[in-house]
Nanobody, 117 residues
């Protein structure tokens, strides 16, 4: 059963912006951490940003100052605001949750982000 549903990907020019959304259930939303990973062709999946239960955020160095992860508690939705996009940001972006369930790692299906002129 799909528990995380991403949306908002697409094609954008360098320097542009996109906002990704991840809709989930309340139980998943109350997980220890939620956030975003990405995977480009031929590369390993890598962490982009996380937001933990207390609201603290962490970011990969390559997105600091450009991306912001946030959440809407009423909508059980996590967002990734991506500004100043670069061609090297092109990847499939996956929503992620760390839960107490089995399995503990929950992944969305991914949404494609392409940065190209």
């Amino acid at each position: 059963q799909v528990q995380l549903v991403e949306s908002g990907g697409g094609l954008v020019q360098p320097g542009g912006s996109l906002r990704l959304s991840c809709a989930t259930s309340g139980s998943i939303f109350r997980s220890y951490a939620m956030g975003w990973y990405r995977q480009a062709p031929g590369k390993q999946r890598e962490l982009v940003a996380l937001i933990i239960s207390g609201g603290t955020t962490t970011y990969a160095d390559f997105v600091k100052g450009r991306f912001t992860v946030s959440r809407d508690n009423a909508k059980n939705t996590v967002y990734l605001q991506m500004n100043s996009l670069k061609p090297e940001d092109t990847a499939v972006y996956y929503c992620y949750a760390k839960t107490s369930a089995n399995p503990s790692d929950v992944w969305g299906q991914g949404t494609q982000v392409t940065v190209s002129s």
